[in-house]
């Protein structure tokens, strides 16, 4: 379900950082605010298109595209990375979330989500 209001940077970040992820941190890179996770870059905003930007497949991008081509996109300039771009006022919430967790775990290192998840495990038993 779409969301009523479009995302902003502010809007993206606070709900990125409301997953309360560890090692997850405001960074500055070409001049632009963005989220890294694991000291790589994690979700940030096109200032060129306005659009949020998110980390994904190429196969995924194919995909979302065919399928929801009103919300999802890209550009020439990120037609060589596996990126996808999103209309801040179709994208939704619950999309932006599942994309945010599995790109976190995505670029973890195996040791840490091993830990990681034995202790979110071990939190859940108590």
């Known amino acids: 379900m779409p969301q009523a209001e479009a995302f902003t940077w502010e809007t993206l970040r606070a709900l990125a950082l ?4 560890p090692n997850v941190e ?15 870059m994690w979700v940030w905003w096109s200032p060129h298109e306005n659009t949020p930007v998110f ?19 890209f550009t020439p300039h990120y037609r060589s990375w596996p990126l996808i771009l999103a209309r801040p006022d179709k994208v939704d919430p619950d999309w932006v979330v599942a994309n945010l967790r599995r790109v976190w775990r995505e670029q973890a290192k195996k040791t840490f989500l091993k830990k990681w998840d034995a202790e979110q495990t071990g939190s859940a038993q108590s």
């Open 55 to 73: 980390k994904t497949t190429f196969e995924e991008r194919e995909f979302l595209i065919e399928v929801d081509p009103e919300t999802f996109y």
């Open 18 to 21: 409301s997953l309360n992820l």
């Open 26 to 40: 405001d960074a500055v890179s070409w001049g632009q605010p963005n989220l890294k996770a694991h000291g790589k």
